[in-house]
């Protein structure tokens, strides 16, 4: 499995802004699809974000859309999840995830991707 480390997580104001990252362990960002996925106590696990590192095309959940923004650096082998404007429905705990991958596109689906980041909470409350 390759490893990711996430970092970045925090309480934060409605309105107010954070920056996940997921930082690749050992292993380069060149074809690979990296995915960002929430959890909120009692609800299933959704798709927020995902990027394909070979031609850029990243992917945002109607929920997210507008407000966060995936990025990476393949030099810094990280994923970035710029989260702006967040809202108390944000609160969750989230994961990033990665996966070899040499075709467009990225899945959606947690299914697709073998190797799990260790996740962090995010809590939007006043």
């Known amino acids: 499995q390759l490893q990711l480390v996430v970092s970045g997580g925090g309480l934060v104001q409605p309105g107010g802004s954070l920056r996940l990252s997921c930082a690749a362990s050992?292993?380069?960002?060149?074809?690979?699809?990296i995915g960002w996925f929430r959890q909120a106590p009692g609800k299933e696990r959704e798709a927020v974000s995902c990027i394909n590192s070979s031609d850029g095309f990243t992917y945002y959940a109607d929920s997210v859309k507008g407000r966060f923004t995936i990025s990476r650096d393949n030099a810094k082998k990280t994923v970035y999840l710029q989260m702006n404007s967040l809202k108390s429905e944000d609160t969750a705990v989230y994961y990033c995830?990665?996966?070899?991958?040499?075709?467009?596109?990225?899945?959606?689906?947690?299914?697709?991707?073998?190797?799990w980041g260790q996740g962090t909470q995010v809590t939007v409350s006043s």
């Open positions: 050992g292993f380069t960002l060149d074809h690979k699809v």
């Open positions: 995830a990665t996966e070899p991958w040499y075709g467009a596109s990225c899945p959606i689906d947690g299914a697709g991707y073998n190797s």
